[in-house]
């Protein structure tokens, strides 16, 4: 089956760039949507289509996906980014796998 | 508003069997396909099942086929999920979600989760 691969914990200093991986085999042939997900809340969608940010979502997050790798970037991080964040995969067929997530923590 | 509203967590003994709901609201919830996604406490996000708009095409992930059941009934615009020979491992927060609504190859709207407990 399918894997996504997030690393486990990233920590950044406020008004810093955060980087989040998610790595999977051939993910830049499919498309990448991200999840922000605070305790005790439903995941909310930042990134859909590997780059593309919804209405209502900050400028300082952004997408890209190539190769192997999409990444989630977070600008200018405030502290209310501090939450946990998931990667997702859209591929041939309805396998929506998620990454194993990433809990961000703001120092 | 769109809203999502699932019902029918409770504690349950393994092997037992569940009905889940998903009320929805503020959209022509007949025009949407629907998945579920559940998360285990203190675990990621798990796909569950999937079901077309008009209900003729389903998906299930491994871990839940030939154990659970997707439907839909959109006169009442409400999503189940009939749950059969519950595990423990089945515990979690399970989420009603749409993908597609405002933004293609996303879940973009999710309700609020409701939690199935599994145990003796």
């Known amino acids: 089956s399918y894997e996504l691969t997030q690393p486990p914990s990233v920590s950044v200093s406020p008004g810093q760039t955060a980087s989040i991986t998610c790595s999977g085999d051939?993910?830049?042939?499919?498309?990448v949507s991200w999840y922000q997900q605070r305790p005790g809340q439903s995941p909310v969608l930042l990134i859909s289509?590997?780059?593309r940010r919804p209405s209502g979502i900050p400028e300082r997050f952004s997408g890209s996906n190539s190769g192997n790798t999409a990444t989630l970037t977070i600008s200018g991080t405030q502290a209310m980014d501090e939450a946990d964040y998931y990667c997702?995969?859209?591929?041939?067929?309805?396998?929506?796998?998620f990454g194993t997530g990433t809990k961000v923590t703001v120092l | 508003e769109v809203q999502l509203l699932e019902s029918g967590g409770v504690l349950i003994q393994p092997g037992g069997s569940l009905r889940l709901s998903c009320a929805a609201s503020?959209?022509?919830?007949?025009?949407?396909?629907m998945s579920w996604v559940r998360q285990a406490p203190g675990k990621g996000l798990e796909w569950v099942s999937y079901?077309?708009?008009?209900?003729?095409?389903?998906h299930y992930a491994d871990s839940v086929k030939g154990r659970f059941t997707i439907s839909r009934d959109n006169s009442k615009n409400t999503l189940y999920l009939q749950m059969s020979n519950l595990r423990p491992d089945d515990t979690a927060v399970y989420y009603c979600?749409?993908?597609?609504?405002?933004?293609?190859?996303?879940?973009?709207?999710w309700g609020q989760g409701t939690m199935v407990t599994v145990s003796s």
């Open positions: 979600a749409i993908a597609g609504y405002y933004e293609n190859y996303a879940f973009d709207i």
């Open positions: 503020g959209f022509t919830f007949s025009s949407y396909a």
């Open positions: 079901i077309s708009v008009t209900g003729d095409t389903t």
């Open positions: 051939k993910l830049g042939d499919k498309y």
């Open positions: 289509q590997d780059t």
């Open positions: 997702q995969a859209w591929g041939n067929g309805p396998n929506y796998v």
